[in-house]
């Protein structure tokens, strides 16, 4: 199975993309209203593309997500109160990159990046008794 890269991107009118980065010649992505909906079109898309092209492989994804994007898709599972302490950003900026009324800079996108990554590390520390 071969990994590839996944960009998953909103765009300004509130879509979702999924687009596959890869050097086949026959190409597929997914979009919906949210990111679930745009993977779930990616892998429909995908069984399409292998029917027309059955060399094409099976896929593992990497996913690489726009801020908008990864705070729709996880914002419900952590909430802004919790993403504001894990990325020390204003939960109300926060809640304007989801919406789209806002686009943070590259420094702040690398900001949210290394408090996720952190949260992350944390948590993989973690063991239960």
């Known amino acids: 199975m071969e990994t590839i890269n996944v960009i998953i991107e909103r765009s300004k009118d509130g879509f979702f993309t999924a687009v596959p980065q890869h050097h086949y010649p026959v190409g597929f992505f997914g979009s919906g209203n949210t990111v679930e909906e745009a993977m779930d079109d990616l892998s429909q898309s995908q069984s399409e593309a292998k029917q027309m092209c059955p060399e094409l492989p099976d896929f593992e994804y990497q996913l690489h997500y726009d801020v908008a994007s990864f705070l729709q898709l996880f914002g ?46 944390e948590l993989s520390r973690v063991a239960f008794i």
């Open 76 to 121: 419900r599972k952590l909430n802004l109160a919790g993403l504001q302490a894990i990325t020390g950003i204003n939960r109300k900026q926060l809640h304007h990159y989801v919406t789209g009324h806002s686009k943070p800079s590259p420094a702040t996108v690398r900001k949210i990046e290394q408090g996720i990554k952190s949260f992350q590390e």
